[in-house]
């Protein structure tokens, strides 16, 4: 999915958007809840689990998985099939890669309900 992206030019951008997810927060919002649809939830390039590491890999920063927390759920409807749970760091990535989240809520920490499905658990 990446291989005709430059590596330089993913990384250049990375920098950016993860050297902005650094700056503190304007809330006391740790996670920001994504809804995906069913459309989304059919195309595994939408789950992160699938999608992030490769993203990382080509851009040469899998060290920045030490600071990214997604959860995941059972949605409710259609429209909100899976919920995704994505703290600052991951949701910069998430959007780096071109992803286009529909952000449905923020929260302190995900639901007990939810399941670690990339990077590592809140503290």
Request: hydrophobic share 35%; net charge positive; glycine share 4%.
């Amino acid at each position: 999915m990446y291989s005709h992206q430059r590596s330089s030019e993913l990384n250049s951008r990375l920098h950016f958007v993860v050297q902005s997810s650094r700056l503190p927060p304007t809330d006391s919002t740790n996670y920001t809840i994504i809804a995906q649809d069913l459309e989304q939830v059919r195309d595994a390039e939408n789950s992160p689990e699938v999608s992030m590491e490769p993203f990382l890999q080509a851009c040469s920063r899998m060290d920045l998985v030490g600071g990214m927390s997604v959860y995941s759920r059972v949605g409710y409807d259609r429209k909100h099939m899976r919920l995704l749970y994505m703290n600052r760091q991951a949701l910069s990535v998430w959007i780096t890669m071109g992803m286009r989240p529909r952000v449905v809520g923020t929260q302190h920490r995900p639901p007990h309900t939810a399941v670690l499905i990339f990077g590592i658990a809140f503290d």
